[in-house]
């Protein structure tokens, strides 16, 4: 049975390999580690691995990680699931970076609620990059509007765009996906300062994401093992 330490290197080997591959520094790219649904023993053994950037799904659930772990030095907390508005002041208040920002209205209750004596909330606009109607994020058309209003917010950095494209199995289709939010994200780039962030790229399609230009890339279960979700109530 492997260890979570043992399942890290290998993705960073992963990592590695692509970026050698296209020809990039593995400097350029940040590896998230999604912890959803799996224990604090598994974020601390990870952590313990040399991991620093875990990602959560589930406000509470993050938040109660977030709490019990905070006797950990220099973990960089991300939020990267939806987010409703009524749960705002929990990530403003807890997480270091809110992924999914697809509309002005949680772009401002996160920048009221951010509390003064934490550094800016940093975030990142989604994107619905396959226009799929399930999937939260705006359409490309709509990210520079989006993109000037959240700039001008107190206690909030921009930091760039983030995508969770629809499966694909054919690696040039991924590609050509990914090759979209990095044109975006070029753009987006040019247009205002300190962007340096494109969240893009899963274990299924790491390599596409990572040749197209990903900054950060998000893996769970090839790290923490496959996710065990309680089953519903009857």
């Known amino acids: 049975m492997t260890s979570i330490s043992q399942n890290l290197h290998s993705v960073e080997q992963r990592i590695a390999d692509i970026a050698k591959h296209c020809g990039r520094s593995t400097q350029e790219i940040t590896l998230l580690a999604v912890s959803k649904t799996k224990?604090?023993?598994?974020?601390?053994?990870a952590y313990a691995a040399g991991q620093r950037c875990f990602g959560e799904n589930y406000v509470q659930e993050g938040v109660g990680k977030i709490m019990s772990l905070s006797h950990l030095p220099g973990i960089d907390w991300h939020f990267i699931g939806p987010l409703q508005s009524n749960k705002s002041r929990l990530v403003a208040e807890n997480f270091a970076w809110c992924h999914t920002v697809d509309r002005l209205k949680l772009a401002q209750r996160l920048a009221d609620q951010r509390p003064d004596h934490l550094p800016p909330l940093n975030v990142l606009i989604q994107i619905n990059i396959s226009d799929e109607s399930s999937k939260a994020g705006i359409h490309e058309e709509a990210l520079f509007q989006l993109a000037t209003e959240i700039s001008q917010l107190p206690r909030l950095t921009l930091r760039g765009i983030m995508a969770i494209p629809a499966p694909e199995p054919d690696y040039t289709q991924q590609l050509a996906v990914c090759q979209r939010m990095a044109q975006l994200y070029q753009q987006l780039a040019q247009r205002f300062t300190g962007i340096d962030t494109l969240s893009l790229g899963m274990s299924d399609d790491l390599d596409a994401a990572i040749t197209a230009g990903s900054t950060l890339v998000r893996v769970g279960s090839a790290i923490f093992g496959?996710?065990?979700?309680?089953?519903?109530?009857?």
Do not use: F, K, L, M
């Open 226 to 234: 496959a996710r065990h979700y309680p089953s519903p109530s009857v």
């Open 39 to 45: 224990p604090e023993s598994n974020i601390a053994a």
